[in-house]
Structure formats: structure tokens, C-alpha cells
């Protein structure tokens, strides 16, 4: 009878111990995963590819299998293209030691970009897992003021570079952006993309307000354009210049001193100074009338836009792609290069316009906009317009 007390003690005690066990069980942390692997089982090793290096030559150098080798050439490409790794990303092996303390190679990732991973499992049955991080949207204000270039004031104010390529895009037909001024400034509402937390670019701007020449340009992003308060396109029918140039060097006059023959005439377009090679754009949609080489105005084409206007675009080096007689381009389609043929003194373009056959200066040109928002769609394009000018 005396032996019932102990008996009993010790089943509570193997009870309580048994308690504190699952207890302890149930506050173990959760492995710590990564890429779906509970790393903390495996000894990882982080590399990047090299130049000139190949996968095979990865995998061999990382102790795997022959039939892991031949089973990642097996893959369909579709799934994993191996032949396209790159040099500079990393990748991560993951291994395993086996009951013989050898260690085995269990898992390859590779690292394609901030939201693509691939991962190969190389246990059991092989197969290829593509794991994509989900790109976060978030709408933001900003706004920054231009010391030198919109470009540099984006960088200054650690904003998306995009934000100032896609702005030069909305105002490229109303801001000439090589003539901002030193305190000119932009406010714009847009989707920052972003994933872990990491700006990877942006999605749509809203609206915007640049100033600039003493005045402020708004732009409301509806029914798939741009348009300013008062629902008028900013699109327009022209480009504000045909490339990306360093200066003017000569502008429209009927009085210019020629720079060879040394004699005064007329020069009715505008010079743009230029790096040869420089690509010349159509400022607009239209039909190419003329293709060749044109004397003092050396490789020349010209371009008839509608029954009003024709441009032309003079020196050129070589001409682009699909350009010919009769062809249609677009706005903003590469239909030359800059170069210094004809009677030209270094690499330029020559820039002409004629509205109704008569010559008109480039940079006086008032282009004719694009169609406004329609009447019966200005309530809703009015309450947007309220919306976000409260949020500029």
C-alpha cells in the first residue's frame, strides 16, 4: 500500500514532463524558408555567374550528378532556358550531407532579377519551380524642382528616372525640354511599382503640372490621353523638335551669311547641332514624298503630313529603316541619322517646314491640336480633374 503513493507520483511526473514536451513542441519556431526551402537544413553557397561561364560548367564545378546534369538538359527550354544565364547574377546551391557524409547538391537558384527566381529541384524527381514576387502598386505625389535637367532633378529627389522619360513623353508636343530654365518644377501623381519594399519603376501617371516659362502646364491622364484643365489634347500634331540635339547653330532667316560660300541668303529652316549618328525622327504621321541626295542639302527626306504641312530633313548620314518613296511613317519613327553630306560644314540637321508651300519658322510653329475631350464626357473628366489638382 505504500508503494501506490510513489507509483502515482511518478506517472504524474512522466505526465508533466510529457506536457512540457508537446508545450515546448508547440513553441518551436517555424523553420526559416526561403525560396520554399527550409534553409536552415542545408549548407548554402552564393556565387554569380562569371563571363564565359555555362551552367554545365557551374554544375560540374559544384560536384553534381551525371544524372542531374543530364536531367537539366532534358528540360523543355520553355520551362528553364539554360543557355541564357547571364554574367553578374547570382545564384545559390544548396546542399545536404548524406548518410555517408557526402555532401549532395540539392538545390540550384538562380537569381534572374529583383522578381524572378528560378529554382531547381535536383532531389528525387527533377523539376523547374519559377517563383514570381507580386509587383505591389502604390499611388504617391511628388514634385522637384529643376536645377540643371528634369533627369537630375528626378535623381536629387531619389524619384523614379522613368518618371522624367514618361513626363517628356505627355509634355513632348507643349515643353521644348532643352530650353528648361533653372527653377522650373514639376508636381505629378503616379503608381510607384515596387516589390520587397524595392521601386522597380512606374506604372500610370494621373496628372501632372509642370512649370515652365512662367506658366503652369497641367496634363489629366482620361480616356487613355492627356489632357489639359480645359480638355484639350495635349497631344498635338507635331513633335516640338525631330532629335535630341546640343544647340541650334543657325536659325530660320532670309538673310544668312553662308558659311562656305561666304555670300547672304536666305536660310529658311533651323540648324541643329548634333553628334554624327544622332537618330532624326518624323515630327509627325505622314507620307514620304522625296528620298536622296539633294545637292547643297545633301541625303534629304521629305515628308508631306496632310494638305497643309511638309517637313524635310536635310545632311543626313544614312537613312532609316523602311524609309522610301510612298512609305507611311509615324510620329517620333526614325527616318534618318545625322550626318555632313552636301555643302555642310560638320554634322547637323537642317530642319525645314512649309505650312501651304511656304516656308515657316520651326520654332514659331503653333501646331494644331488633337481632338478635346467630347462634351458629353466632361462631367466625369471634370470631377477627375478636381480630384487629383487637390492631390498636385
Given at each position: 500500500?505504500?508503494?501506490?503513493?510513489?507509483?502515482?507520483?511518478?506517472?504524474?511526473?512522466?505526465?508533466?514532463?510529457?506536457?512540457?514536451?508537446?508545450?515546448?513542441?508547440?513553441?518551436?519556431?517555424?523553420?526559416?524558408?526561403?525560396?520554399?526551402?527550409?534553409?536552415?537544413?542545408?549548407?548554402?553557397?552564393?556565387?554569380?555567374?562569371?563571363?564565359?561561364?555555362?551552367?554545365?560548367?557551374?554544375?560540374?564545378?559544384?560536384?553534381?550528378?551525371?544524372?542531374?546534369?543530364?536531367?537539366?538538359?532534358?528540360?523543355?527550354?520553355?520551362?528553364?532556358?539554360?543557355?541564357?544565364?547571364?554574367?553578374?547574377?547570382?545564384?545559390?546551391?544548396?546542399?545536404?550531407?548524406?548518410?555517408?557524409?557526402?555532401?549532395?547538391?540539392?538545390?540550384?537558384?538562380?537569381?534572374?532579377?529583383?522578381?524572378?527566381?528560378?529554382?531547381?529541384?535536383?532531389?528525387?524527381?527533377?523539376?523547374?519551380?519559377?517563383?514570381?514576387?507580386?509587383?505591389?502598386?502604390?499611388?504617391?505625389?511628388?514634385?522637384?524642382?529643376?536645377?540643371?535637367?528634369?533627369?537630375?532633378?528626378?535623381?536629387?529627389?531619389?524619384?523614379?528616372?522613368?518618371?522624367?522619360?514618361?513626363?517628356?513623353?505627355?509634355?513632348?508636343?507643349?515643353?521644348?525640354?532643352?530650353?528648361?530654365?533653372?527653377?522650373?518644377?514639376?508636381?505629378?501623381?503616379?503608381?510607384?511599382?515596387?516589390?520587397?519594399?524595392?521601386?522597380?519603376?512606374?506604372?500610370?501617371?494621373?496628372?501632372?503640372?509642370?512649370?515652365?516659362?512662367?506658366?503652369?502646364?497641367?496634363?489629366?491622364?482620361?480616356?487613355?490621353?492627356?489632357?489639359?484643365?480645359?480638355?484639350?489634347?495635349?497631344?498635338?500634331?507635331?513633335?516640338?523638335?525631330?532629335?535630341?540635339?546640343?544647340?541650334?547653330?543657325?536659325?530660320?532667316?532670309?538673310?544668312?551669311?553662308?558659311?562656305?560660300?561666304?555670300?547672304?541668303?536666305?536660310?529658311?529652316?533651323?540648324?541643329?547641332?548634333?553628334?554624327?549618328?544622332?537618330?532624326?525622327?518624323?515630327?509627325?504621321?505622314?507620307?514620304?514624298?522625296?528620298?536622296g541626295y539633294k545637292g547643297g542639302g545633301g541625303n534629304t527626306v521629305k515628308i508631306r503630313h496632310n494638305s497643309t504641312y511638309t517637313t524635310a530633313y536635310l545632311h543626313l548620314s544614312k537613312y532609316?529603316?523602311?524609309?522610301?518613296?510612298?512609305?507611311?511613317?509615324?510620329?517620333?519613327?526614325?527616318?534618318?541619322?545625322?550626318?555632313?553630306?552636301?555643302?555642310?560644314?560638320?554634322?547637323?540637321?537642317?530642319?525645314?517646314?512649309?505650312?501651304?508651300?511656304?516656308?515657316?519658322?520651326?520654332?514659331?510653329?503653333?501646331?494644331?491640336?488633337?481632338?478635346?475631350?467630347?462634351?458629353?464626357?466632361?462631367?466625369?473628366?471634370?470631377?477627375?480633374?478636381?480630384?487629383?489638382?487637390?492631390?498636385?
Amino acid at each position: 500500500m505504500k508503494r501506490l503513493p510513489i507509483i502515482l507520483a511518478v506517472m504524474m511526473a512522466v505526465i508533466s514532463c510529457g506536457k512540457k514536451t508537446e508545450e515546448a513542441q508547440t513553441e518551436q519556431e517555424p523553420p526559416r524558408m526561403e525560396f520554399g526551402i527550409a534553409v536552415d537544413a542545408y549548407r548554402i553557397d552564393t556565387n554569380t555567374v562569371n563571363n564565359g561561364e555555362t551552367l554545365g560548367g557551374i554544375f560540374n564545378r559544384l560536384g553534381a550528378t551525371q544524372q542531374q546534369m543530364a536531367g537539366i538538359i532534358r528540360l523543355p527550354l520553355s520551362e528553364f532556358d539554360y543557355r541564357k544565364i547571364k554574367p553578374g547574377k547570382t545564384y545559390y546551391a544548396f546542399f545536404q550531407t548524406d548518410s555517408c557524409g557526402l555532401e549532395q547538391l540539392c538545390y540550384w537558384v538562380y537569381v534572374d532579377n529583383i522578381r524572378e527566381t528560378v529554382v531547381l529541384h535536383l532531389q528525387d524527381s527533377l523539376h523547374v519551380e519559377r517563383i514570381v514576387k507580386p509587383v505591389v502598386s502604390t499611388q504617391r505625389s511628388a514634385q522637384a524642382v529643376i536645377e540643371s535637367s528634369l533627369w537630375n532633378a528626378m535623381v536629387d529627389n531619389n524619384l523614379p528616372i522613368q518618371l522624367a522619360l514618361d513626363l517628356s513623353d505627355i509634355y513632348a508636343w507643349t515643353i521644348d525640354f532643352f530650353g528648361l530654365q533653372k527653377g522650373d518644377s514639376i508636381r505629378v501623381v503616379f503608381d510607384e511599382q515596387s516589390v520587397d519594399d524595392q521601386c522597380i519603376g512606374i506604372g500610370r501617371i494621373y496628372a501632372a503640372n509642370f512649370y515652365h516659362a512662367n506658366k503652369w502646364q497641367e496634363a489629366f491622364f482620361f480616356n487613355n490621353t492627356y489632357f489639359d484643365a480645359e480638355g484639350k489634347s495635349l497631344k498635338k500634331a507635331f513633335l516640338k523638335a525631330p532629335l535630341n540635339y546640343k544647340r541650334i547653330s543657325s536659325r530660320f532667316t532670309y538673310a544668312r551669311k553662308h558659311p562656305i560660300f561666304k555670300t547672304v541668303r536666305p536660310h529658311t529652316g533651323v540648324d541643329y547641332a548634333a553628334p554624327m549618328g544622332t537618330p532624326v525622327v518624323s515630327i509627325g504621321d505622314g507620307t514620304v514624298v522625296e528620298k536622296g541626295y539633294k545637292g547643297g542639302g545633301g541625303n534629304t527626306v521629305k515628308i508631306r503630313h496632310n494638305s497643309t504641312y511638309t517637313t524635310a530633313y536635310l545632311h543626313l548620314s544614312k537613312y532609316g529603316q523602311g524609309v522610301s518613296v510612298g512609305s507611311h511613317v509615324s510620329q517620333g519613327q526614325v527616318i534618318g541619322y545625322v550626318g555632313s553630306t552636301g555643302n555642310s560644314t560638320g554634322p547637323h540637321l537642317d530642319f525645314r517646314i512649309w505650312k501651304n508651300g511656304s516656308p515657316v519658322d520651326p520654332l514659331k510653329l503653333v501646331s494644331p491640336p488633337s481632338e478635346p475631350v467630347p462634351s458629353k464626357m466632361r462631367p466625369e473628366f471634370d470631377s477627375i480633374v478636381n480630384v487629383y489638382r487637390t492631390k498636385l
